[in-house]
């Protein structure tokens, strides 16, 4: 029997690469539901190829326009408590959750309290409720397989180990686009520089955050809850040739590592049929394509983002919040060329130095003190590090 899968976010960079192993698999999964928000070319594409049962719209003026037409397969839906009720309603096997942004907390959320499996993109919605999803994914025993390339390494690596084994978790970087720039040059790091990952081909928030490392100081995050290790046993390694996808060193001393082609098919395939491993689409990997390997230390004076990462994740989940609704903010404001670079970690950090916001106990809380924090922290880059 094929499994049934909703998939939100399937306009962006991780929707798309998963509806390309859908194709390949459509003896094993049945695309039931999917959500978009303001791609609307591309949601058409999916709804006249795919035929799904559920198409949602997060965005209104998305779906004000897409009402006007009639698709006989497919019912158009407006919000994301849409999606969150086919999630609860319509036998759902996986939900893979691609939404970019605290804005997928509340799909993460319905899907640890009503499927089986969750396969997780949306790194953000562990950083900011990391402790409440694994709880209730625990107590609802829906397995969270991680996409993200690391985590998913890190979840092979550790196949059939228990996590008081690991000495430590290597998370690896690619260091992105300014791994070799001088700080002294870091001021004169303009959008287009910052938008070209030299690896990776993703959505424009992550490929910010990557050229900060931010992007790895998230993951830090999102490794704790994963795994649930202290963040003294999670390192970052620099790795610009992005083939070790991550490793674990043991408390023997063995590591285990995750090697595969750039491409992030791969984790997502994974994520959808482990524990079998299946033909894939993106099998031609030429390991000496690459002739040598680095392995880097970080340097978390050029990228404050990371050390603000681990600071806020030692700090716990309301230092989380704030460390991703401003992040979030900051780089709203670069990508709309208000900011500078370099005032990405400045904003970070002045809203974890002058919250006095109180912690957060539930997701319905989580939300509004993430929206709060986010647009205070776009009023002050404004006001601040406009130029
Ligand atoms: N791309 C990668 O290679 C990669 C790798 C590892 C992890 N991730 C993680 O996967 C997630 C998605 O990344 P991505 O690169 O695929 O991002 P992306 O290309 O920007 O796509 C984001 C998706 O989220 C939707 N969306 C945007 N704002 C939304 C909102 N407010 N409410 C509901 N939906 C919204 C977008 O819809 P529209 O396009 O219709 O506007 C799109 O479908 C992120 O958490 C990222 O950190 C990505």
Redesign the pocket.
């Known amino acids: 029997m094929k499994q049934r899968l909703f998939l939100a976010?399937?306009?962006?960079?991780?929707?798309q690469s998963a509806l390309d192993i859908l194709r390949n698999m459509s003896d094993k999964f049945q695309l039931v539901g999917f959500?978009?928000?303001?791609?609307l070319l591309i949601?058409k594409k999916i709804i006249n190829e795919f035929k799904p049962e559920f198409a949602i719209f997060?965005?209104e003026e998305t779906y004000k326009q897409i009402k006007r037409e009639k698709y006989s397969d497919t019912k158009l839906l407006f919000g994301?408590k849409e999606a969150c009720k086919i999630i609860q309603n319509e036998n759902i096997d996986i939900v893979l959750n691609?939404?970019?942004?605290g804005?997928?907390l509340i799909i993460t959320h319905y899907a640890v309290e009503n499927v089986k499996r969750l396969a997780l993109?949306?790194?953000?919605s562990l950083v900011i409720a990391g402790d409440i999803i694994i709880k209730k994914a625990k107590e609802n025993e829906c397995e969270i397989l991680p996409?993200?390339?690391e985590h998913n390494a890190v979840f092979q690596a550790l196949s059939g180990e228990t996590n008081e084994k690991i000495r430590k978790i290597w998370l690896t970087a690619s260091g992105g686009p300014f791994l070799h720039t001088k700080k002294e040059d870091f001021c004169k790091i303009t959008l287009s520089q910052a938008l070209k990952h030299p690896n990776?081909d993703?959505?424009?928030?992550?490929t910010i955050d990557s050229a900060t490392m931010m992007n790895k100081g998230l993951e830090v995050i999102e490794a704790h809850h994963l795994f649930e290790v202290g963040y003294e046993k999670i390192y970052v390694v620099i790795h610009p040739e992005s083939v070790i996808h991550s490793m674990v060193e043991f408390v023997d001393g063995n590591f285990i590592a995750q090697l595969g082609k750039t491409d992030?098919r791969g984790p997502i395939q994974y994520s959808l049929t482990y524990p079998e491993r299946e033909r894939s689409v993106n099998h031609d990997f030429d390991l000496f394509e690459i002739s040598k390997y680095h392995l880097i230390r970080p340097d978390f004076e050029r990228f404050p983002c990371l050390l603000l990462a681990y600071k806020a994740g030692r700090s716990g989940l309301l230092s989380c919040n704030i460390l991703n609704a401003a992040n979030e903010a900051a780089v709203y404001l670069f990508l709309n060329k208000k900011i500078h670079f370099t005032s990405i970690p400045k904003i970070v950090s002045d809203m974890l130095e002058k919250s006095d916001l109180r912690c957060p106990t539930n997701i319905d809380e989580i939300i509004a003190i993430h929206d709060e924090i986010k647009k205070k922290a776009i009023e002050h880059g404004e006001k601040e590090y406009s130029w």
Not at 35 to 39: E, I, L, M
Not at 98 to 101: A, D, E, L, N, R
């Open positions: 976010g399937a306009t962006g960079s991780i929707g959500s978009a928000h303001r791609n949601a997060t965005h994301i691609s939404i970019v942004g804005a997928g993109a949306n790194k953000e996409v993200d390339s990776w993703m959505g424009s928030k992550i992030m």
